[in-house]
């Protein structure tokens, strides 16, 4: 879990933490594992999950990691929603920034 940690942090530190409108606007895809290196890290937080909640509470858990795909999906498919939503507010068609706005704050 540590190896991968260690390669992926800085991006989630420059984006998921403190999304870094810079890096958002750029669209580059952030570093990561590939699917060996993430079947090892899922294997390896089951493992860690299921001793620790055997220790603590005297059974095992087995987790499902399965939505996390869906929600880092999710994650990038707003990210690039804002990316073109930045686009689209920078346009120079006034009705296009207008309509933007209205979205935006409705209640201006």
């Known amino acids: 879990m540590d190896k991968l940690r260690q390669k992926i942090q800085p991006a989630r530190h420059k984006l998921g933490a403190h999304a870094d409108r810079d890096v958002i606007r750029k669209g580059e895809p952030l570093p990561g594992g590939d699917w060996e290196e993430w079947d090892d890290f899922w294997s390896a937080l089951a493992d860690f999950v299921r001793i620790l ?23 990038l498919k707003f990210l ?19 309509a933007c706005l209205k979205l935006a704050l409705p209640n201006s």
Not at 54 to 61: A, D, I, L, R, V
Not at 80 to 98: S, T
């Open 80 to 98: 690039r929603q804002g990316q073109y939503f930045e686009i689209l507010l920078n346009e120079n068609d006034p009705k296009v920034r207008d």
């Open 53 to 75: 909640n055997e220790q603590t509470f005297g059974k095992p858990f087995e987790i499902d990691a399965a939505g996390v795909l869906g929600d880092a999906e999710t994650l």
